[in-house]
């Protein structure tokens, strides 16, 4: 069974930093992209981040570009986003999700359960 | 900022048939395969839809996704209170190199 659990969140003041995790099981964790997908509270869905599988190519949603850094460890299993001068637009549940792209196609087939990051002083 | 545009809402009777719509452009849905996710109230997003038609195992029949053009729609038949949720349609986005979200449609059962 594939699964995908975040950790690490919590609150941040503005300016601060803070990394989180995504454990991965289940599946060949190294055969995969893989991202990050975040929810701003009562908001819509914002694809953040992609890392390839051997985290050559990574990919930002602009708005967080020179901010925000993904990586992965394949020998642990692990995803992580490194954040940092998080701002209070930050807020949002942060989600690691497998990705499957090929040509015109790309999608998100699994979902962790998400963690919560609180940007506020 | 979302690039492809949904209806904020749509509701339906239990056994009704419900359509949502998703409207994209040239470099998202013009390009690219659709996709739609469930999120039930208080969790995670599930894929529901993927390749503009395709069904995860596990998603029942009564959904199905079709494009044309710029623009998808989402279907469900026979609506079960269960179905209550927000959806979100979904595209790779060329012009932007991302993976855009529609602005999400909840769906209520009456």
């Known amino acids: 069974e594939v699964q995908l659990v975040e950790s690490g969140g919590g609150l941040v003041q503005p300016g601060g930093s803070l990394r989180l995790s995504c454990a991965a099981s289940?599946?060949?964790?190294?055969?995969?992209?893989m991202s990050w997908v975040r929810q701003a509270p009562g908001k819509g869905l914002e694809w953040v981040a992609n890392?390839?599988?051997?985290?050559?190519?990574?990919y930002y949603v602009d708005s967080v570009k020179g901010r925000f850094t993904i990586s992965r460890d394949n020998a642990k299993n692990s995803l992580y986003l490194q954040m940092n001068s998080l701002r209070a637009e930050d807020t949002a549940v942060y989600y690691c999700?497998?990705?499957?792209?090929?040509?015109?196609?790309?999608?998100?087939?699994?979902w962790g359960q998400g963690t919560l990051v609180t940007v506020s002083s | 900022q979302s690039v492809l545009t949904q209806p904020p809402s749509a509701s339906g009777t239990p056994g009704q048939r419900v359509t949502i719509s998703c409207s994209g452009s040239?470099?998202?849905?013009?390009?690219?395969?659709v996709n739609w996710y469930q999120q039930l109230p208080g969790t995670a997003p599930k894929l529901l839809i993927y390749?503009?038609?395709q069904r995860p195992s596990g998603v029942p029949d009564r959904f199905s996704g079709s494009k044309s053009g710029t623009s998808a729609s989402l279907a469900i038949s026979g609506l079960q209170s269960e179905d209550e949720a927000d959806y979100y349609c979904?595209?790779?986005?060329?012009?932007?190199?991302?993976?855009?979200f529609g602005t999400g449609t909840k769906v209520t059962v009456l």
């Open positions: 999700a497998r990705r499957r792209n090929w040509g015109s196609v790309d999608y998100f087939d699994y």
């Open positions: 289940g599946f060949t964790f190294s055969s995969y992209w």
């Open positions: 390749r503009n038609n």
């Open positions: 979904a595209a790779w986005d060329d012009s932007l190199n991302g993976y855009v």
């Open positions: 040239s470099s998202n849905i013009g390009s690219n395969t």
């Open positions: 890392i390839k599988q051997d985290g050559s190519e990574k």
